[in-house]
């Protein structure tokens, strides 16, 4: 079904009918409230952002809860300080429990804004780290591991440590303006180690930028691996987080929508802003140029809740595998419940 002006219209400006984050509440919305009091379950209507950083500065959550309604947004995700200093250079690097509680102080008073921890997976005490994240709260990770590749010997057992716990990772791919020869270490075929991570919930950012079609394609591979592995498989995400410049976006969320794979609930708005100075006009241009381009493909309200709104509910807090469209080289569904009474 193709999308109306008033669906674009009424997807586009929901997140301004909820009166205040703090507040979120839609009528019909139930969910219940979590750690931090954050909301579990379900998020409210509107429209959220996926991957925000806390850069060096005071906590001032009421600047980011400004920030995101004038932008049009009802929450999203806040991803604590860098554990080293590559980010910013000369910075002070906060120990692991002050960076945990900076980035929750941040998102303070703010059910709809939820804090991630950026860990580093080799550290030796990572998996400590994740117990010390998951009591605090933390609602999931972050990771950039630089020069050296993603998934390997020693950071299998925190991914692994992760998954348990049932939390989320997002994971930085593709081009990193980093001033370092990494690029390699971004490819999204990188990450095809993770199959070792049963039931482990994680992102690919940025569509892979430049490498969408390899990320497009490692996600069909992560899906039909449940015709060999059953439901005991990891689940991927990818994130459209700028990333692709405007000469590349068109094509790329084409390719991603229209390639065949069950993508629905599994492919999330993201601006990649700081939120000490949120880029309002940067989010807001991106939603249009997007929203633009899932017109054209033809995306109905549905569709557009779902990368604005349900994929990220679904990365937070889990979602069923088992009615998903699992692809096969000859086009069959390969879900081996296709078919078949629940």
């Not at 994680?202 to 892979?208: E, G, R």
């Not at 086009?331 to 009474?341: A, E, M, T, W």
Request: hydrophobic share 40%.
């Amino acid at each position: 079904m193709k999308v109306t002006r008033k669906d674009f219209l009424f997807a586009g400006t929901i997140a301004s009918l909820v009166p205040s984050v703090s507040a979120a509440g839609a009528q019909g919305f139930t969910a219940r409230k979590g750690a931090l009091g954050k909301y579990v379950g379900d998020l409210p209507p509107g429209r959220y952002d996926s991957h925000t950083h806390v850069y060096p500065g005071d906590p001032d959550p009421a600047k980011i809860d400004a920030s995101f309604k004038a932008a049009g947004l009802a929450g999203g995700v806040v991803v604590s300080r860098c554990p080293n200093s590559w980010q910013v250079p000369g910075a002070k690097v906060l120990p692991p429990a002050e960076a945990m509680d900076n980035v929750i102080a941040w998102c303070d008073g703010l059910p709809t804004v939820y804090p991630f921890y950026w860990i580093d997976p080799a550290a030796p005490d990572a998996c400590d780290l994740v117990d010390m994240a998951v009591e605090k709260g933390i609602y999931g990770f972050k990771v950039i591991r630089g020069d050296r590749r993603p998934v390997d010997g020693t950071t299998l057992p925190v991914y692994r440590k992760i998954a348990s716990v049932g939390k989320p990772v997002t994971f930085h791919t593709g081009i990193l303006w980093d001033g370092r020869d990494s690029s390699d270490s971004f490819r999204p075929a990188n990450w095809e180690g993770l199959l070792e991570v049963p039931h482990l919930r994680f992102c690919l950012a940025h569509v892979s930028w430049p490498w969408c079609d390899e990320c497009i394609a490692v996600y069909g591979k992560l899906l039909n691996a449940i015709v060999r592995r059953g439901f005991n498989v990891p689940e991927m995400f990818i994130d459209v987080t700028p990333g692709t410049p405007k000469l590349y976006r068109r094509d790329a969320l084409t390719r991603l929508f229209t390639v065949g794979y069950d993508v629905a609930d599994h492919v999330m708005f993201g601006t990649d802003c700081r939120v000490n100075r949120y880029n309002v006009a940067w989010c807001t241009d991106w939603q249009r140029t997007d929203d633009a381009i899932y017109s054209e493909v033809g995306l109905d309200a549905a569709a557009l809740d779902g990368i604005y709104r349900t994929a990220l509910r679904r990365y937070l807090f889990g979602g069923d595998n088992k009615s998903r469209k699992v692809p096969t080289p000859d086009g069959r569904d390969g879900n081996p419940l296709s078919g078949k009474k629940s």
